[in-house]
């Protein structure tokens, strides 16, 4: 073990996720404290703009969070009982509890089992008469394959929504993701890539799909106590957009930390039997939400027993996920079967890394030590 890294074996803590936020931050929510525009404003309107610019794309709607982005999109696209929705099981519950909330039913694809992303084969099966979108997942960072779902979806005249919680300017062939779909969404919960506190936003290119999801995102409101179709209070506050605006303008910073990051860890684990390192695909730039590695038969440990050594150690890791979708007992109670066997194998397997802008490398050294001394 080297010097450097004796010195960092002494107390550490390395946590799987660490939120950014300094005196820019606070002093914008003081600003937008002491204007006493506190809800939806001009502050809000600045951010949906600029993040749109950010990510390519024409509209931003900015609302409460990540999940009622994922609502806001299906609703605005008139998803009712009897529709079918393609998505994932091996992604956090919101994707597809957005399809429930329409009365809709989620239909799951399994995996491709290098990205663990959405595989388009598998999509393709899954049509029927009532398919009605598909929801691609850009899972931890890394962007489903675009080009083949949205062929799909052309084809089968049927949406295409980009789940981009973890993506934040994530590219597929040199083109930020959020753009490619009919709806893309995002998520600006703490541990994201960026942060608005809590929040989420609502992206298109397609100018009657913005109107109507504004209509929705404020009580159906065509003009002030003028309700022409029922709607909902998802706006998003002045102080989350003012949070937002700073974290933007350090997102791309942020990004290229992560990046790095993972490259070390990528490195530093690629001759460690049975340990898979995250795989890349050249179309994409991937932004590395998560860092995940695959723990497989040959290792010396079993996942959570490796989970356990590591916290010994002070690394914090995470799983994510350890249950598929379609396994969560309250998707086994509406009768969904237990299948897409690439994404159970993966939930069984995977483990989060350190990756976030605030380990250093000399966490990195730390972390593969760990590893190597195991």
Same mark, same amino acid.
């Given at each position: 073990m080297s010097q450097k890294t004796e010195k960092a074996n002494i107390s550490r803590n390395i946590p799987i996720a660490k939120p950014l936020v300094g005196e820019e931050e606070i002093q914008a929510v003081?600003? $937008?404290?002491?204007?006493?525009?506190?809800?939806?404003?001009?502050? $809000?309107?600045?951010?949906?703009?600029?993040?749109?610019?950010?990510?390519?794309?024409?509209?931003?709607? %900015?609302?409460?969070? %990540?999940?009622?982005?994922?609502?806001?999109?299906?609703?605005?696209l008139k998803l009712s009982h009897g529709d079918e929705v393609i998505t994932t099981p091996f992604t956090f519950i919101a994707s597809s509890n957005a399809i429930l909330y329409q009365g809709s039913k989620a239909v799951f694809?399994?995996?491709?089992?290098?990205? +663990?992303?959405?595989?388009?084969?598998? $999509?393709? !099966?899954?049509?029927?008469?009532?398919t009605k979108a598909i929801i691609a997942v850009h899972l931890f960072g890394q962007p489903a394959n675009v080009k083949a779902l949205k062929e799909i979806a052309e084809d089968h005249n049927i949406y295409l929504i980009e789940d981009a919680a973890q993506a934040h300017g994530a590219e597929y062939n040199n083109k930020r993701v959020g753009g490619f779909g009919d709806f893309s969404t995002f998520s600006f919960y703490p541990t994201k890539n960026m942060t608005t506190g809590e929040g989420g936003i609502v992206l298109t290119n397609d100018?009657?799909?913005?109107?109507?999801?504004?209509?929705?995102?404020?009580?159906?409101?065509?003009?002030?106590?003028?309700?022409? !179709?029922?709607?909902?209070?998802?706006?998003?506050?002045?102080?989350?957009?003012?949070? %937002?605006? $700073?974290q933007l303008k350090n997102l791309g910073d942020w990004t290229e930390k992560r990046i790095k990051n993972a490259?070390?860890?990528n490195d530093g684990l690629k001759d460690v039997d049975g340990i898979i390192t995250p795989f890349k695909d050249k179309h994409v730039k991937h932004v590395y939400h998560q860092y995940c590695i695959r723990v497989e038969d040959e290792f010396k440990l079993k996942r959570d027993e490796l989970q356990e050594y590591l916290a010994e150690k002070g690394i914090g890791t995470g799983i994510h996920y350890p249950i598929p979708v379609n396994y969560q007992p309250i998707y086994e109670k509406l009768g969904y079967a237990k299948d897409c066997d690439k994404s159970k194998y993966a939930s069984e397997r995977i483990l989060s890394l350190p990756v976030h802008p605030s380990v250093t490398e000399v966490d990195? !050294? +730390?972390i593969l030590d760990v590893f190597k001394n195991i």
């Open positions: 003081t600003d $937008v404290l002491k204007s006493g525009m506190l809800a939806h404003g001009a502050e $809000v309107e600045k951010f949906e703009k600029e993040f749109a610019n950010y990510q390519q794309t024409k509209y931003g709607i %900015g609302v409460t969070s %990540g999940t009622v982005a994922l609502d806001l999109a299906l609703k605005a694809a399994d995996i491709d089992e290098k990205t +663990y992303n959405i595989d388009p084969e598998q $999509v393709m !099966e899954k049509i029927t008469p009532n100018d009657e799909l913005c109107n109507r999801a504004k209509l929705i995102r404020n009580h159906g409101q065509s003009e002030k106590y003028l309700h022409t !179709e029922l709607g909902y209070n998802f706006r998003m506050t002045s102080i989350s957009a003012a949070i %937002g605006r $700073v490259k070390l860890l990195i !050294e +730390y």
